[in-house]
């Protein structure tokens, strides 16, 4: 009996997956247990595990092809065993899913799409011959137009049902750029097209020179990737339906940063060191802890108080941002909490992290100042009920005794959700934290 090999639900908020790489080939043998193929998720690119022993006979969903959580994307099976049937029921699952492109081609084939697959059209135009005027291409024929400057609009498709191919475009790019003259295109003299003169009637009146036609695409839409579809999603579920309101409070960082310059030099023999960011992180922990109903999350019809303090820690990556997480942040010393921050910010990065690293946190903490951003508002992610906007350290002319100084100031502000922190606890909670980061002494008390 033939296994079914299913797009796993390999994150907690998983809703479809893309098939990276399959690490086995049709015709391979299997075991249950093996790892098969690597599955980008909405936040990492995970390994997909098989469930069963065999061969692997067929590939539904080729590599760059999206399929819905609990999808056939492959069979496993004895190799005389008969699967059409299978095939069958899961190329139509497949066309009911309206899934997109990357469907039913071998792993070292440019993958064609679930409904080119199920087609009989002739290969022509690379326009599709639905109304909305699609262009079937592979992702690798996109990316390398893309690339070359060619308007996929103007190319003839050699595959499966007029489906543009990467030889297709390497065609076009072979004959190189053309010029018009009139409504006539002749390549132009030696840049990759053969050079031939531009014939004109003795008798015709002067004109204009040629005029280059520019060869590059006006436009191109690029395909979401699993994680900025989940973003648009939460974005959408957040500044909607949560009623935000922000809090910006300014923070004089002068002991903060003379504090981390002291526990740079103690660290330095180590070979370690610490951020501003780092510093800020344990200063909200330890506020948080004093301010418990601010560490919380809206369940609609409760509100959960969290006795321990996970702080989320916004990560800018290829694709968006993902919150890795610090646990227990209160119970941690900075110098274990920046650690902590590179090691798993590196792994966001190269999308290594495990479900548990980037989601359960209490809190979270998004800093842009390292970008030049001075002041901004950080959208909820629920169901937390708080997220700190952290912009750069300014030096700035501040009056202090009547007397005009210079000091180095940095804004932070508190998005809310009003469900669960009003107003005056929002502005407690900051006043604290200003309080520990201006007294990084504080922290420890």
Known sequence: MATKVHMEALSPTMEE???VKWLKSEGDGVTSGDVIAEIETDKATMELIARGDGILRAILVGEGGTAPVGEVIALIGAADEDISEFQAAALAASEANGAGEGGGAPPDAEPASRTDAAAGEAPASGLDSATDGRIKASPLARRLAAESGVELSTVSGSGPAGRIVKRDIEAVIAAGPTISVGAAETPVPGVGGTAA?????PAAAPTAAPVLVPSG???EDVPLSQMRKTIARRLAES???VPHFFLTIEVDMGRAMEARRTINAMLEREGRKISLNDLIIRATAAALKRHPACNAHWLGDSIRLFNRVHIGV??????????PIVRDADLKGVAHIGAEVRELAG???EKKLQPDEYTGATFSISNLGMFGIQEFTAVINPPEAGILAVG???EIPVVEAGQVVVRSRMKITMSCDHRVIDGALGATFLATLKGMLEEPAAILV
């Open 392 to 394: 750069g350290v300014e």
């Open 347 to 349: 792994r966001a990065r």
């Open 314 to 323: 916004a990560v800018a990556v290829e694709d968006g941002l993902i919150t």
């Open 239 to 241: 500044l909607g339906p």
């Open 17 to 19: 997956g893309q098939v």
């Open 217 to 219: 695409a006006e436009f």
């Open 197 to 201: 003169p531009i014939s004109a009637s």
